[in-house]
């Protein structure tokens, strides 16, 4: 291919990985198969809304080059799901026009267009090609060439609420990693001459048949220890089998088994074989039958248009479809292994050609992630491909309270012609006047502001998106939050959101408002019950549980239906909540997450997971904590008085006082060295001798056996040396972050260093007989200074100077900041948390593993996101239709990886009955209105619901119980209920509450206590 076959988009091309923009997403692909796909061409062909799409992810994900093939000019319909295309792009090719917008995504990626002919010296430049808008015999002759030269071939083509993707990788594709999963890891308990390991209780070994682990550390099985690896099976969740191990010794103790991912290859057939023997990956369970039925009507898609000069089936055109139809009839009768046996479902075909014209966003965005993340795979070889076909429909998403007919169906030479096509006329102008509320405008939340311009929702003349969200934009949102570019850095998502999305439909301006109030208890004077009585629907985009929580129960509260949901790497999940209907998002939750055991944590890690946690400790206690005691200090006269009567470490808060203002209070930054290195010699040197001093490596427990076994492995002290690397950036990040307590300025300069750490003296270390180490949570505290009464701690206290004496004096707290390689906050924790695993003989982790663990990050790419988001407005759809039958909605959950793609109907709502009434747990509510007293309160509920209220409550303060003491319950009796919250919580009732909640207690007309829903109190 000439350099004068295509046009060059100035991009920045750079050899090495970008973290800054990269990270989220190397947490989940990794840096080998990130580096693969940096030295991959991909070739695109078709550039209405799937290629788009697709081409949009795959440049967030970093090719080396994205090369687009697309002449045919623009026209307006194609704007119902290109989003880089505006009306001043008529007429001109949809490539030519893409191309410098889809190069503003990400510059490290070339993007070209291509205009030569794509023969075959053309195609073998790429490692992957995709094609999309493009008739079979034409898929077929390019699949004949890449299947020739094993390269990854994509077919891939949206008709409605129908799409397809065929995958041909070719023969002998290496797959380097099926799933992404960390690899499994245990500590042996024991191996017999079978093979059969045994491994502690404590932990599952989350091994599947097949896998392959290595050991290290066993001892009398010594052969084990980094030998080739083994193949398993499961013989249960704690013990599997390598196969037999006679002869190589006899097991004694220890040992670490580790998963070892093997890669294996796959092989597939080219398109043409596999359109007569097609091989299916179900998308989704309850439609089993329907793949074979679309293999054959897509087919027959593609024989209507050979037939009308490249035309499909007109919308909702009969005669038409009975064309489709007797085409399929034919199809089927050539190819009778597809349907095996099958009847042709004739109503499912109609209505694929009544669709065909259709280009939904939804339908885009869901295919369009999913076929990028296939194009990952073809160019790094991580996760395992789709095999070979696969159909996805969402025909539940037609609407059912808006007929469709071939009139208003009909183009009207707009931009939604393509919805139009599928729709009606009727309910998309539905879908133009809702009213939704978008809740966080990140990585989801970009992709559903640009799924709802597409779509025109809130665009009509009621219509409107409220959109909120309190954060700012950062160069790691930059690889999968669309809508930012590198300049947006700094501003708010939202307001850069709103704008994007502006520009890419003028329709919009005017129908939306960009917030950046939180929404929580806070800003419910805001966000009040005007703003709540006034949405459709609402949406959430958030990335913790509590903002979600808070966000259901308000949308429970006010019978608003709720889109939630929510991704982790590859893999992604959608929930429906809808009034009267469904549970809500908190009816359910996630089991907690597994804390460390505090004993673990201290003083027996044995993962680096528990080193990471212990250095992030450390951080706080050093960084942190002390610079705001010490502030607190200087600012609260009863701070110390306060401390000796509530702290619970008196002690260490005083003598922490009096080291940072006195003692060890730097004045200079080399002393902020010296300070490091000290520290390094306490951490790290002094306390595992006197651990080791404690528990010496042969001491046993109570019943006899070793104490260092099993979990707990026995430490060495480190003796520091300055030429190591992890010595040395310990005492680096360790000493600026000191400085900055202090105002002082740092330094990396490691002749500054040399020079300090050749002065240091570090005294002497004798371990105390006196120290006690907890051994388990179930133990007291350790206490490693002794005990110390009141006189010592008043004495300690009247030793610090007074806050008089440091007027102005302050010291800056360190704010943790993941993402700023340049602070020496994960510096600092990766240096630490590897010293700790040095002292345990645990494997280090580098510093993007570290800041991962640290961080608390959550993985992310866009390829996901894209897909996630396009299954909510599917669901969408539903909810501007008011579809009221529970099987009308699916929650979804995916996993791009494996590929897995899994739909389920919601949740009912649980109902509860009393006095022979039922209502809804969730939904339902008692409505009153008024400042009516507790009296008249409970009289209501007795003759009206046959309710004997025995307790009252509003928020956590209990208001009213049948128990209180009589004269108790007479003062209470006559207060009206406002009057009565402010007389017990003391505090006054909010000016802009316009209704109260109040949770009771009740019994039924048999006397018998019943579960009732709360009471909704109108005030006004």
């Not at 100035?10 to 190397?26: A, H, P, T, V």
């Not at 795979?377 to 996805?392: R, V």
């Not at 270390?765 to 907890?774: R, T, Y």
């Not at 240096?831 to 663990?853: G, H, V």
Request: contains cysteine; negative net charge; charged residues 25%.
């Amino acid at each position: 291919m000439s350099d004068n076959s295509k046009m060059q988009i100035d991009s920045e091309e750079n050899g090495e990985i970008d973290e800054g923009l990269y990270s989220r997403q190397l947490y989940v692909l990794g840096a080998e198969a990130m580096k693969k796909m940096t030295h991959s061409n991909v070739l695109l062909v078709g550039l209405k809304g799937l290629g788009v799409e697709i081409a949009k992810n795959v440049t967030l994900a970093g090719v080396k080059s994205l090369t687009l093939f697309d002449p045919a000019p623009t026209k307006i319909e194609d704007l119902s799901s290109q989003f880089f295309l505006t009306e001043s792009d008529i007429g001109i090719s949809r490539a030519l026009a893409t191309a410098p917008r889809l190069a503003e995504l990400n510059q490290y990626v070339k993007i070209s267009v291509f205009e030569g002919t794509l023969d075959e010296d053309a195609l073998t430049q790429y490692q992957c090609v995709i094609l999309t808008e493009t008739s079979i015999e034409t898929q077929v002759q390019f699949n004949e060439i890449t299947h020739k030269h094993n390269i990854a071939f994509i077919a891939a083509d949206v008709r409605g609420l129908f799409g397809t993707v065929f995958n041909d990788f070719g023969s002998g594709f290496t797959i380097l990693d099926a799933n992404g999963n960390d690899p499994a890891r245990g500590i042996v308990s024991d191996i017999d001459e079978e093979g059969n390991v045994s491994i502690l209780d404590d932990t599952r070994h989350d091994l599947e048949d097949g896998d392959y682990v290595t050991f290290t550390e066993i001892e009398g099985l010594s052969g084990l220890n980094n030998a080739t690896p083994r193949k398993v099976k499961v013989l249960g969740p704690y013990a599997f089998n390598i196969g037999s191990v006679k002869g190589l010794g006899t097991y004694v103790k220890g040992g670490l088994f580790q998963q070892v991912k093997v890669p294996f290859t796959i092989d597939m057939q080219p398109l043409i074989a596999q359109l007569e023997k097609p091989e299916f990956l179900f998308s989704d369970f309850a439609k089993l039958e329907r793949p074979p039925q679309l293999h054959i009507g897509f087919q027959a898609l593609q024989g209507f248009a050979n037939k009308h000069d490249g035309q499909l089936p007109k919308p909702m055109d009969d005669e038409d479809a009975n064309e489709v139809v007797h085409i399929a009839r034919t199809l089927a009768a050539q190819l009778p292994g597809v349907l095996d046996g099958a009847e042709l479902d004739e109503k499912l075909i109609k209505e694929l050609a009544y669709e065909a014209r259709g280009d939904l966003p939804p339908m885009v965005a869901t295919l369009g992630g999913i076929v990028a993340q296939e194009a990952l795979k073809a160019t790094s070889g991580k996760f395992t491909p789709i095999k070979q076909f696969l159909y996805f429909d969402s025909l539940e998403s037609l609407p059912e309270s808006y007929p469709r007919t071939k009139e208003n169906t009909a183009p009207i030479g707009s931009r939604y012609d393509n919805q139009i096509a599928v729709l009606g006329k009727d309910f998309h102008n539905k879908i133009r006047n809702l009213k939704e509320f978008l809740v966080g405008s990140g990585a989801i939340g970009c992709e559903m502001i640009k799924n709802w311009a597409l779509m025109g929702l809130g665009s009509g003349p009621e219509g409107k998106i409220t959109i909120t969200d309190n954060d700012s934009i950062e160069k790691s949102n930059l690889n999968r939050q669309f809508l930012f570019r590198p300049h947006d850095v700094g501003k708010y998502k939202s307001e850069i959101a709103a704008k994007a999305v502006v520009q890419m439909n003028p329709d919009m301006a005017g129908h939306i408002e960009a917030r950046q109030d939180k929404v929580g208890p806070e800003t419910e004077n805001i966000f009040d019950d005007d703003f709540w009585n006034g949405l459709d629907a609402v949406t959430n985009a958030l990335d913790n549980v509590e903002a979600r929580q808070y966000v259901d129960r308000r949308c429970v509260f006010y019978r608003k239906s709720l889109l939630e949901s929510g991704t982790l790497g590859t893999k992604g999940n959608t929930q429906v909540v809808y009034p009267g209907l469904t549970e809500s998002y908190s009816a359910s939750q996630d089991p907690p997450e597994k804390s460390i055991p505090l004993c673990t944590l201290r003083s027996f890690p044995n993962r680096i997971e528990h080193t990471i946690a212990w250095a992030k400790n450390v951080f706080q206690d050093y960084f942190v904590l002390p610079a705001e005691n010490v502030n607190l200090y200087l600012s609260q006269p009863d701070f110390v008085e306060s401390t000796l009567k509530n702290s619970g470490d008196q002690k260490g808060i005083l003598e922490s006082l009096q080291a940072y203002l006195v003692t060890e209070k730097p004045l200079t930054f080399d002393e902020c060295i010296a300070w490091a290195r000290l520290e390094f010699e306490k951490k790290f040197h002094n306390d595992i001798a006197q651990l080791l001093y404690n528990f010496p490596r042969d001491a046993v427990t109570s019943s006899g056996s070793l104490f260092w076994s099993g979990p707990k492995r026995p430490p060495t002290p480190l003796t520091f040396d300055p030429e190591n690397p992890t010595h040395l950036n310990f005492v680096i990040a360790g000493a600026n972050l000191h400085a900055f307590n202090y105002g002082l300025k740092g330094s990396t300069d490691p002749a500054v260093f040399k020079r300090v750490l050749e002065n240091v003296i570090v005294p002497e270390f004798s371990p105390k007989s006196n120290v006690q180490i907890q051994v388990n949570d179930n133990e007291p505290v350790e206490n490693d200074q002794g005990a110390i009464d009141d006189t010592s701690l008043k004495s300690l206290a009247e030793s610090l100077p007074t806050p008089s004496t440091l007027a102005g004096y302050r010291l800056a707290p360190v704010e943790f900041e993941k993402d700023d390689d340049t602070n020496h906050h994960i510096d600092f924790i990766t240096a630490t948390s590897n010293l700790r695993a040095m002292n345990y003989a645990i494997e280090p982790a580098d510093r993007l593993k570290t800041k991962l663990i640290a961080g608390r990050i959550i993985p992310a790419i866009a390829t996901t996101t894209g897909l996630v988001t396009g299954l909510v407005n599917l669901e969408l759809y539903k909810v501007a239709d008011a579809k009221t039958k529970l099987e009308s909605y699916k929650n979804g959950f995916v996993n791009l990886s494996l590929p897995f793609f899994g739909f389920s109907e919601p949740i009912a709502s649980q109902k509860l009955k009393y006095n022979d009434k039922v209502v809804d747990k969730i939904w339902d509510r008692f409505e009153l209105t008024g400042d009516i007293t507790l009296r008249e309160l409970l009289d209501l509920f007795k003759e009206k619901e046959g309710l004997e209220i025995s307790m009252l409550s509003h928020g956590v303060s209990l208001l009213y119980a049948s128990f209180f003491p009589p004269k108790k319950l007479a003062d209470k009796y006559a207060l009206p209920l406002t009057k009565l919250i402010e007389t017990v919580t003391k505090k006054p009732v909010a000016e802009h509450a316009k209704t109260l909640i109040f949770e009771i207690c009740a019994d039924d007309l048999n006397d018998e206590d019943v579960e009732v829903p709360y009471i909704s109190l109108k005030l006004r």
